[in-house]
């Protein structure tokens, strides 16, 4: 039987996150939960840490990471105990860099598109291979992207999965203060050559 999204997202849109969370692992799917260990990463993964301690958290690293996203990331798995899977690249940066030149602009379109695939879609499709998920939490909000602007709570991406998002109404004072409450490790200095800028998706949501 189908989910009536509608109503479920009407029912959610006031919900706090931890009730959204327990929705969607109530649900008994095979579920992962995924982080770019960007700034405000934490919030996701304290609840999924407290919630959910053994649901693998996915992580891509491109390989092209700060050392502070890289320090952030290994203080969060210590903190909060993570079941972190990293997947990387087939190609590591220094050989898809003599290989296929530095890192494209964003207005080299064709080659933007092949270094998005290599460095972040490919290392997330075989993640969803071998851990095989029907429900996906996300950290994704609403505020962040046009594109997340038409998405909601519980969705139904193109590959079939249920993604839920149970912070994607909250503001970043609400996620800045929860990191503050709990006194989590957070990466102020983020740069994801995939996106380049903050307002572009980098294709783990929009891709078709």
């Known amino acids: ?117 290599q460095v972040k879609l490919e290392p997330f499709e075989r993640a969803l291979a071998e851990h095989r998920p029907a429900l996906w939490l996300t950290g994704i909000r609403r505020e962040e992207t046009a594109f997340r602007r038409a998405l909601d709570v519980v969705t139904r991406d193109s590959r079939g999965l249920l993604k839920v998002a149970p912070l994607f109404h909250w503001r970043q004072e609400q996620v800045d203060a929860y990191l503050a409450e709990h006194g989590l490790p957070d990466s102020q200095r983020y740069f994801d050559p995939t996106k380049v800028h903050a307002g572009r998706e980098c294709g783990l949501h929009s891709a078709a």
């Open 1 to 117: 039987m189908g989910l009536d999204l509608d109503r479920i997202n009407a029912e959610l849109r006031h919900a706090a996150p931890e009730a959204i969370v327990r929705w969607a692992l109530a649900r008994g799917l095979p579920a992962i939960a995924s982080s770019s260990m960007g700034p405000g990463a934490g919030v996701m993964l304290h609840l999924v840490s407290r919630l959910a301690p053994s649901l693998p958290v996915i992580w891509v690293d491109t390989g092209y990471n700060l050392p502070e996203t890289y320090r952030t990331a290994e203080a969060l798995r210590e903190r909060l105990d993570l079941n972190l899977q990293v997947y990387t690249p087939a190609l590591t940066a220094e050989r898809r860099q003599a290989l296929y030149g530095p890192i494209p602009g964003i207005e080299e379109q064709e080659r933007h598109a092949l270094f998005t695939r």
